[in-house]
């Protein structure tokens, strides 16, 4: 059942809205789907797409009566990026990258505990690699050391403990064992398996869909049966025959925090260890140029 949510303020609202639609960036929707979608009355989406069609965010199609984004947002977001040059530093290594590596890369950042797609770059090799700007995806602990790995005991703790699923000793024993791995890398790499790549399927929602319970309890099931590898790959050795998933590395924010990550995939099939560092070794490099160039800092810990 949808709930109708008439109690958020008319500024969240607007949010919701510009959310919903940027991760659908070249879809058209209704007045109705999109109140369903961001938990509006149909009369109280009515007022606010109104409004923000008035002032061009949002753009309504004359005769279907549809409403994607507007060319208003295309200067806010091009005056974000003069702010935030880490975005033109890191689209310039990933062209870089995939030019090299002939591989797919992402941009990613956190929010509101969604991993949100800023930028890409390459072309993937199967459908269920496929990115586009603007997509948001759930963190599904313990998926997503490379984003926690830096931070103190506390925060890897609250991360933890929202996982879908309680975490078993044995794999809550390897989080710990791989965690000092991944800072002393650089970069977290995963194994691929049937069940990650299943996971990565069940997160991705067709436009128009919430996440109900059914959505969850598919996320719930996938979450209790991955094997440590998926999570984090410690003994590469390990991936021959299995192949990478991918492989993920950040970028730090002038006080040390993860501000970006950098996530490689559609990674040849059969590679050796040397090989898969390698592979991490030029995503790392090249993670650490864009801190560089906004003058982030590794964390000390």
């Known amino acids: 059942m949808h709930i109708v949510n008439e109690t958020a303020g008319p ?3 607007v949010i919701d809205v510009i959310n919903f639609l940027a991760a659908h960036p070249t879809e058209s929707f209704t007045l109705s789907e999109i109140a369903r979608n961001v938990g509006l ?4 989406a009515h007022r606010v797409l109104t409004t923000m069609s008035g002032a061009r965010f949002l753009a309504r199609h004359p005769k279907h009566k549809t409403y994607s984004l507007g060319l208003a947002l295309v200067a806010v977001g091009q005056a ?40 890409k770059a390459g072309t993937p090799q199967t459908h269920e690699e496929m990115n586009r700007v603007g997509e948001r995806h759930p963190i599904i602990p313990p998926i997503g050391l490379s984003a926690v790995a830096w931070s103190g005991e ?39 398996g049937p069940v990650l790549l299943s996971l990565r399927q069940a997160t991705i929602q067709p436009a ?54 950098l996530t490689l995939s559609g990674l040849p099939p059969m590679l050796r260890p040397a090989e898969i560092e390698r592979y991490a070794e030029r995503l790392r490099a090249a993670a650490a140029i864009v801190t560089n160039e906004v003058h982030g ?5």
Not at 93 to 119: N, P, Y
Not at 297 to 301: E, I
Request: proline share 5%; charged share 25%.
């Open 208 to 261: 128009g869909l919430p996440r109900d319970e059914a959505y969850w309890a598919a996320i719930r099931q996938r979450v209790a049966a991955l094997t440590p590898d998926e999570v984090q790959l410690v003994d590469l050795s390990r991936a021959e025959g299995r192949g990478i998933c991918y492989i993920s590395a950040p970028v730090f924010s002038l006080t040390g925090a993860v501000e970006i990550e």
């Open 41 to 44: 009355s149909n009369g109280s």
């Open 80 to 119: 974000a990026l003069e702010k935030h040059r880490g975005i033109d530093v890191a689209r310039r290594e990933m062209a870089r990258l995939v030019q090299e590596l002939k591989a797919q890369c992402v941009a990613t950042i956190i929010v509101e505990g969604d991993r949100l797609v800023l930028a």
């Open 11 to 13: 500024n969240s609202r």
């Open 154 to 192: 506390r925060a890897i703790r609250e991360f933890l403990a929202r996982a879908p699923v309680p975490l078993d000793a044995a794999m809550l024993a390897h989080v710990e064992a791989a965690l000092p791995v991944v800072r002393r890398r650089g970069y977290a790499v995963a194994a691929s």
């Open 297 to 301: 800092r590794m964390p000390q810990l």
